[in-house]
């Protein structure tokens, strides 16, 4: 269905939802009625005991999926962290995956990234947090990337964000023993859950990542999704 067959010319939604800016914002957002969504909802949250589970939150067009997010970001459940993001889906097939761990990365912000895997690392140990994202990832250079995400000198830190960004030299990357950059889209795949499995390595932390309109990128073939 598109607009012209509703009589429209635009998104009318787009006047009266809140914008990317209010979901970075701490300011409480009211929810009415939908008591069955509500509850629904919470139970997903209150459940979230598998490090990655996959919640399909469907719902018609302006139905109120995105206003959810936002309301939930803000929730305390239990004894649980929960590490929101909300994230656009890419909309070109060309580089969709880069685009998406760029856009994540921008959501946490590279220097809260930086000081979550410092934590990590003060909580496990570089060695044991570098286990657990090889076992994930099963690539010892983006481990050993994602580590030195947590190293606090300077020089490296400013190469890492440009690493994390896609501009790099060969020189650069034997200068911080790194053999290659990211350049494939499976290279940022692997990068991009070793990201999530160092975000999660918290015994208490879940990433809740909300990707509206993800349907649209998905093809009948969803099994290769999952």
């Known amino acids: 269905m598109t607009f012209k067959e509703l009589n429209l ?8 939802s809140p914008s990317p ?22 139970n997903t949250y209150l459940n979230a005991t598998a490090h990655h589970n996959l919640i ?11 206003h959810a997010a936002f309301y939930f970001k803000n929730q305390s459940f239990l ?14 097939d060309s580089d969709a995956t880069q685009q998406l761990l760029k856009d994540i990365i921008d959501e ?14 003060a909580e496990l140990g570089e060695s044991q947090l570098f286990k657990l ?28 964000h440009r690493y994390v960004y896609g501009n790099v030299t060969r020189t650069e ?7 290659c950059a990211l350049n494939s889209e499976v290279d940022y795949l692997k990068f991009l859950a070793g990201i999530i499995a160092a975000l999660t390595a918290g015994k208490t932390t879940r990433v809740v ?4 309109t993800l349907l649209q990128r998905i093809s009948n073939d969803v099994p290769k999704i999952i």
């Not at 800016?21 to 919470?42: H, N, R, V």
């Not at 399909?56 to 995105?66: C, R």
Request: one cysteine or more; charged letters at 20%.
């Open 9 to 16: 010319t635009q998104n009318p939604f787009e006047l009266i």
């Open 133 to 160: 994202i090889n076992t994930t990832i099963k690539s010892e250079v983006f481990a050993t990337a994602i580590i030195k995400l947590g190293h606090s000198e300077p020089k490296l830190a400013e190469f890492m």
């Open 21 to 42: 800016l209010a979901f970075q914002s701490d300011a409480p957002i009211p929810w009415a009625g939908m008591k069955t969504q509500k509850e629904q909802l919470e």
């Open 79 to 92: 004894n649980t962290e929960f590490i929101t993001l909300y994230v656009k889906t890419p909309l070109e």
């Open 56 to 66: 399909l939150n469907w719902g018609p067009f302006g139905a109120g999926k995105t």
């Open 108 to 121: 946490i912000s590279f220097t809260k990234l930086k000081e979550i895997i410092k934590a990590r690392i």
């Open 209 to 212: 990542l909300c990707v509206p």
């Open 173 to 179: 990357l034997k200068q911080f023993q790194l053999p």
